[in-house]
Nanobody
């Protein structure tokens, strides 16, 4: 099982980035993918979550209205479109997968596998 996160970079406040998480080694359908982030000296926190069977999703409050999570079964990929980025969004972003589930989880401990992370820096 592998999760490859990419798409991070340096962006000015108010800018946008799209993160990608490409999965391999497991059946994409029937899995849930979550995006988490960890800023320097802070605990890891959840951002958004999606179930790859029906596309159901859930967002943490700070992500609602600015971030959009989506899934492409044909590419075994999940995306996180981030708009109107703020300096406080600066963090390493990770994607995580739980296999063989019908639900969505908001806790990092619920997920089985993790990608390596991609750094997002929001700064002028």
């Amino acid at each position: 099982v592998q999760l490859q996160a990419s798409g991070g970079g340096l962006v000015q406040p108010g800018g946008s980035l799209r993160l990608s998480c490409v999965a391999s080694g497991f059946t994409f359908d029937g899995s849930a993918i979550g995006w988490f982030r960890q800023a320097p000296a802070k605990k890891r926190e959840g951002v958004a979550y999606i179930h790859n069977s029906d596309g159901s999703s859930y967002y943490e409050d700070f992500a609602k209205g600015r971030f959009t999570i989506s899934s492409d079964k044909a590419k075994n990929a999940v995306y996180l479109q981030m708009n109107n980025l703020k300096p406080e969004d600066t963090a390493v972003y990770y994607c995580a997968a739980r296999l063989g589930t019908n639900g969505l989880g908001v806790y990092s401990s619920w997920y089985h596998y993790w990608g390596q992370g991609t750094l997002v820096t929001v700064s002028s």
